[in-house]
């Protein structure tokens, strides 16, 4: 709708998955004015409780809502709205019932852009591929959104980091690469507030500089579009 504000969509898996890959473009996207919103599907239940234990498991679910809505705060962006869905069990849910929820939160906030995983899930995670795969469809059912991103790391930077864990792209089918350099605390504090899942990303254990090699810059593949005018999420494009 051309009268509504700018406003983007993010559509994930867990708790986390906001903040490590594209936590410095929502901050970004936010203090440009633009409304950020996300729907993500799970509690993160099948997550660790931390390296020590920060909880107890029956309470994790609880803590990494919290730990969320924490991130949510540290990028300036809305709270947080969740599905709960079992986490890793998204691929056997009813596929139907997570697009017409997704549809049902774009006719409320009347997004421009929706960003979602592509069809690699990054890491190959299951619930990664089914999330994406059902805001991906739920972009094809709605006439309302103009562009559909996918979060994305290109083949050469996980050659050069030797990160045979994540499922990378072509360098060629990266469509947007943003530098979140200005941004950088700001997605630090958001992924410092995921304290349980801390310990499971040895990124973070690295030195500095390959840290701001893999989280420095954010890269995005345009998955869908309905118009030819560039979006506020192309603004945002490196040099």
């Keep these: 709708m051309a009268d509504d504000p700018p406003t983007l969509l993010a559509v994930f898996a867990h708790p986390d998955d906001e903040s490590f890959r594209p936590g410095g473009t929502l901050a970004l996207l936010a203090r440009r004015g633009v409304r950020v919103h ?3 599907a799970t509690r993160g239940e099948s997550g660790v409780c931390g ?27 809305a709270p947080p709205r969740l599905l709960d869905y079992r986490d890793g069990h998204l691929s056997e849910a009813d596929s139907e019932k997570i697009i017409a929820q997704i549809l049902a939160v774009v006719r409320e906030l009347h997004p421009q852009v929706m960003l979602t995983f592509g069809p690699e899930g990054l890491s190959g995670h299951p619930d990664h591929i089914a999330i994406g795969r059902c805001a991906a469809e739920a972009f094809r059912r709605t ?25 990378a792209v072509p360098d060629a089918d990266i469509t947007l690469a943003v530098d979140v350099s200005s941004v950088w605390d700001a ?18 254990r690295a030195p500095i500089e390959r840290q701001r090699a893999f989280l420095g810059t954010e890269y995005f593949v345009h998955k869908g579009t309905r118009s030819d005018v560039a979006t506020f999420l192309d ?3 490196a040099p």
């Design 51 to 77: 390296e020590p234990p920060l909880c107890r498991a029956e309470e994790l679910p609880t803590l990494r809502e919290r730990e969320l809505r924490c991130a949510c705060a540290a990028l300036s962006i």
């Design 187 to 204: 997605k630090m504090a958001a992924i410092r507030c995921h304290a349980t899942q801390l310990g499971t990303s040895p990124i973070l």
């Design 235 to 237: 603004e945002l494009r």
């Design 143 to 167: 006439g309302q959104v103009a562009a559909l991103y996918a979060v994305a790391v290109p083949q050469s930077l996980a050659t050069q980091l030797g990160m045979t864990q994540i499922r």
């Design 38 to 40: 996300l729907l993500t």
